[in-house]
């Protein structure tokens, strides 16, 4: 297993409570900056899939990504924390305390200490076109059901990725959302809805044009 060197840091890296039985959403990213696309993923997930939780994950830096220049997490956690104001969602850096790299390791982990959660990951479009390229992802979706939110401009690279076709057998009707986190994984749905076309390298390349 690869290991980051553990990051503490307090009020920013603590599991949030939870409780068995409870529906509790995983979104991870970078959220350099966090925007409205990042909100209406939230809002929408939180609706539809019935979930008594979300919790924001702020990665200390994606594995796939160059992260210099990453602002440091409590930077990009306390920022999240700011421009959310929902009281069932929950931002925390906890993959920095426990040194994990990689979303396979947050899962296992998440999964074999607190049993009876009912978690499910949450990623957008653009997300599951290089699904394929996370490390260890077919354990990642044997493990938690997924949910994919619709994204301008990937939503065919979604659909046709490696990860999609090969999971093709375990897709749930989109009508069928809030039974999502009870089904059994492998287990996904692609949410179409209200959509967003911001990002952050749109934003950060706006704020520094060069
Ligand atoms: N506008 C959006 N619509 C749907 N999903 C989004 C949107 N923006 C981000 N996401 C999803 O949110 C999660 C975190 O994304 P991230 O923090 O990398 O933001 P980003 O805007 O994609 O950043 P960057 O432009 O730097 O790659 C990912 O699963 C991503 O797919
Ligand atoms: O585990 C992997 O191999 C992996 C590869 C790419 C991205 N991820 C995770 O996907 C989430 C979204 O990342 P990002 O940078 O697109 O916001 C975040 O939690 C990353 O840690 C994970």
Not at 44 to 53: C, G, I, K
Not at 58 to 65: E, Q, S
Not at 93 to 102: H, N, P, Q, R, S
Not at 111 to 120: A, C, I, K, N, Y
């Amino acid at each position: 297993m690869t290991l980051r060197p553990p990051l503490r840091i307090p009020g920013i890296t603590e599991i949030p409570p939870s409780a068995p039985g409870m529906r509790i959403g995983l979104f991870g990213g970078s959220f350099n900056p966090i925007h409205d696309g990042h909100l209406l993923v939230m809002e929408e997930t939180l609706r539809r899939l019935e979930l008594d939780a979300l919790w924001v994950l702020v990665t200390p830096g994606n594995p796939l990504k160059n992260n210099a220049g990453l602002p440091p997490l409590d930077t990009r956690v306390q920022a999240a924390r700011a421009r959310i104001a929902h009281p069932r969602i929950r931002v925390t850096g906890f993959e920095a305390a426990k040194g994990f790299t990689y979303s396979w390791q947050t899962i296992d982990f998440l999964t074999s200490t607190l049993p009876g959660r009912r978690f499910v990951w949450i990623m957008g479009a653009d997300s599951l076109a290089n699904f394929h390229r996370w490390q260890r992802w077919r354990d990642i979706a044997a493990r938690v059901p997924i949910a994919v939110y619709v994204r301008p401009g990937a939503a065919r690279r979604a659909l046709a990725s490696r990860a999609a076709t090969m999971l093709d057998y375990a897709q749930i009707d989109e009508a069928d959302a809030a039974i999502l986190p009870l089904c059994a994984p492998p287990a996904w749905i692609y949410l179409q809805g209200r959509q967003s076309s911001l990002s952050s390298s749109a934003i950060r390349a706006a704020k520094d044009p060069n």
